[in-house]
């Protein structure tokens, strides 16, 4: 909202695991007016539960909501690029096998090519570089910093 003046209108790509921080995006991105492009690889995606709500609230607020396993797709004509880590507390013995599933999904200057021309990218910390690279992470389109001010706020 800060960087874009409003939040109403802009669309989200989530590229990675279905994990708790793409399920808060999902129960409020409609409520925000934001739409939603999801990619996770198959067997990584989001609650069902989640994604039910996700559908709800796509219907109720007019916005539209994408689930597939193709990162280009989600990130198509994107105005924020999104990810988390891929293998969070309590999943390090599944880390050999995450590694391999989410081949392919790392954010690079090729997936913000997809991208709306305005887009940036978000990242909550730390991050991997498997999860995206540093041209994206150092980029000047990358808000992670702000983001984690912000966050600080809220505590």
């Given at each position: 909202?800060?960087?874009?003046?409003?939040?109403?209108?802009?669309?989200?790509?989530?590229?990675?695991?279905?994990?708790?921080?793409?399920?808060?995006?999902?129960?409020?991105?409609?409520?925000?007016?934001?739409?939603?492009?999801?990619?996770?690889?198959?067997?990584?995606?989001?609650?069902?539960?989640?994604?039910?709500?996700?559908?709800?609230?796509?219907?109720?607020?007019?916005?539209?909501?994408?689930?597939?396993?193709?990162?280009?797709?989600?990130?198509?004509?994107a105005n924020v690029l999104v990810t988390d880590t891929w293998i969070s507390m309590g999943q390090e013995e599944e880390k050999k096998e995450r590694l391999k599933a989410f081949q392919g999904y790392q954010i690079t200057m090729q997936t913000a090519k997809s991208a709306a021309?305005?887009?940036?990218?978000?990242?909550?910390?730390?991050?991997?570089?498997?999860?995206?690279?540093?041209?994206?992470?150092?980029?000047?389109?990358?808000?992670?910093?702000?983001?984690?001010?912000?966050?600080?706020?809220?505590?």
């Amino acid at each position: 909202q800060e960087h874009y003046g409003g939040l109403k209108g802009l669309t989200i790509a989530w590229i990675g695991d279905g994990n708790n921080v793409l399920q808060s995006f999902m129960t409020s991105a409609a409520k925000l007016g934001m739409h939603l492009r999801i990619a996770t690889p198959t067997g990584f995606e989001p609650d069902l539960k989640i994604t039910k709500i996700a559908e709800q609230n796509s219907k109720e607020y007019g916005t539209k909501l994408l689930l597939t396993t193709d990162p280009l797709e989600a990130a198509d004509s994107a105005n924020v690029l999104v990810t988390d880590t891929w293998i969070s507390m309590g999943q390090e013995e599944e880390k050999k096998e995450r590694l391999k599933a989410f081949q392919g999904y790392q954010i690079t200057m090729q997936t913000a090519k997809s991208a709306a021309s305005n887009w940036t990218f978000l990242h909550c910390l730390p991050r991997k570089p498997e999860e995206v690279d540093d041209e994206v992470f150092y980029s000047p389109r990358s808000l992670v910093f702000q983001e984690a001010e912000n966050r600080k706020w809220t505590i």
